[in-house]
């Protein structure tokens, strides 16, 4: 029987058909969903959450190395943070097989870039496979652990984010029985050190020949053969577009293993057809590689190098051609941007930040990012995880050396910080840069749906396990001027960062408060209260100054016939900032809604 | 045959509930399903999209092209208009009346109403008021399947199956009144 399953259900589903008994990631949009269903499957696999991507891939590593079949699961960007154990690892080859996926976001749906990963197999110099739906998400995932034990190698599995998240059936196999090879010391094998990288890279250089041989053989690589006239070149869910533009017309040469290139079939597939299409989203990595062999095709010139791809832009890219619509005059459909929900307690915080002058404001990965739109505007710059720490710190020096005022404030949140905020902080402390370091510790990581972290006291599995202490972590990284806000009191947050400010050394405010949408558990309801609550706007106080709209809060409407505001009863959770900057006390709570 | 239908509207509307309900009664046909949908940052009050794609043949892509949807559902009137370039001519335009106001610059109500209302195929529903009447403020989503039904390539009872096994966990009362919704939907 077929089920329906998202390609991340899938690949969690690979991962019990493989035979993997150990599996971690750091959450990341598209990614976050392969970990969560994995955990799910207690009685066969160890399931955890790294606290950052480079900790992910490291631990599988461990596992796979005591002997284990292991996973590791992250966004593309986090393989950035992973690429150090990567690259080495390449040269070692496994114990037990290793799959590292990763999920790419052309398009950036919910990303800061939108790098081709499929360049990290090339670099690495790993085997590659690149599903095109949920069946092959499962299926190579099984296929990848056996290509890893056969050629010693680490195989990367490309996902994007159209995979990870779209249904399509399954066909679901058998389970086998958990087993592990023996460990055994192989200091020759498993220590990087350069004599022994020395002779590991020619190895892997072998290794890599012995791929392509494979990669040219393979099942995983098919020819679909229509007539001579017109060849496409596809992988992944670009695959699937070709599919439907070039329809019944074309031969198909569809990639499933795409690193190494099965160079020696694909000249033969070239030589057959009359033309030659490249059809891949993102950037020519199969295209680059076809002509530098000789293989003259045509690829990026027409197909778009930027975005997502979809049938109607290959079918205006390649034909010219594209179905009527109807037109819809843009300015007639208002967006809806992301906001800061309804009771987000990172609202209270950025109120106050966002009036401070003279600082710099460097934030971070996570939903606080969306605090330097209109109306908070409490955001100069941000990078990538942890860099808000760093940053600021840079820019402090600088300020400083040449003699100018501006101070920097680093924004970031609980679950960033001990990603790679914590190392950061560290260098603050040790080359005595006298930033504020704001951490808002909204008890989860939130951005991506709610998983735990090494703050809330559960793991990803749900055992309760140790809750690490944000300002007792901070004070024994060296930091002497911490202290712990209400971050929707807006005096205490105004005056902690004039307090912080006023140091000439490192500084923590933390803001601690649980995020709006996380279902309190009862110790939290112990500390911060039950949920949800509401706020009104006497209407006959109300003068309709909109000092309350520059919360920025969804649940506030403004009645321009009216000129009076009022609250969204569904949408307030009570938190009482709108109340707090309302200059004529028009706003009150008055307890928990009618629902 | 071939059905693709764009579902559309704010985070927290149901929609992914109702992709499931017609996906399960399509596979129950022995149909070919494929579903995609964007996740991510729709919890924070963004837009909602998820395209699904029947057909009895093989699908390759699983994401609609513009202008070839057979059907916007859509459970907010902004929204619908919105995703009105991916109809196909010839589509149909089922969507609920009620607008969820969360931004500022929300447009006149009366504009987009007479916008869809001018196209060839469209039905506006009161969602919200009709699953109140039928017992059920939440099943507003199902109101909307139940208005679909005559629209989809799918046999009623397929659907009605789809709603018992999408809810039966939640407890009979939770079953009948997304049932009453559906039926309710049926009858406009």
Redesign the interface.
Known sequence: MKILMTGNEAVARGALEAGISFASAYPGTPSTEILENIAVYKDDITAEWAVNEKVALETAIGASIAGARSLAAMKHVGVNVAADPLFTFAYMGVNGGLVLVSADDPGLHSSQDEQDNRYYAKFAKVAMLEPSDSQESKDMVVAAMEISERFDTAVLLRMTTRLCHSKTPVTEGTVPARSKKPYVKRLDKFDSVPATARRQHAVLEDRLLALEAFSNETELNRVEWKGSAVGVVSSGVAYQYAKEVFGKDASFFKLGFSHPLPMKKLKEFASRVGKLYVVEELEPYIEEQLKAAGIPCVGKELVPRLGELNPAIVAKAIFGTSAPTIQVDKSSVAERPPVLCAGCPHRGFFVELGKVKGIMIAGDIGCYGLGGMDPLNAKDAGLCMGASVSMAQGAQKVFERFGEKTRTVAVIGDSTFFHTGMNSLMSSVYNRAPTVTCILDNRITAMTGHQDNPGTGYTLQGAPTKEIDIEVLVRALGVEKARTVNPLRLGEVREALAWALAQNEPAVIVARWPCALKKRTEAEKKEFGALPLLCSIDQAKCVGCKACLRTGCPALRYDAKAKKTHIDEVQCLGCEVCAQVCPKQAIALVGAPNV | MKYDIILCG?GGQGGISVSVVI??AA?AEGL??????????S?????VLAHLRISDGTI????I????ASLVLAFEP?EA??Y??????GGSVIAAAEPI???????DLG??HA?LKA?PRSLLIDADRIAKEAGNARAANMVLVGAAARHLPLKAASLEAAIVELFSRKGEAVVAANMKAFEAGRGL
């Open positions: 704010v996906a399960r596979m070919q399903v494929k579903q995609s949908e964007v996740h991510g940052m919890q924070r009050g963004g837009e390759a892509s699983p994401t092209p513009l202008g070839s902004l208009l919105r009105l370039p991916w109809l196909a001519a106001r969360n931004i500022a610059d929300y447009p504009a987009i916008a196209l």
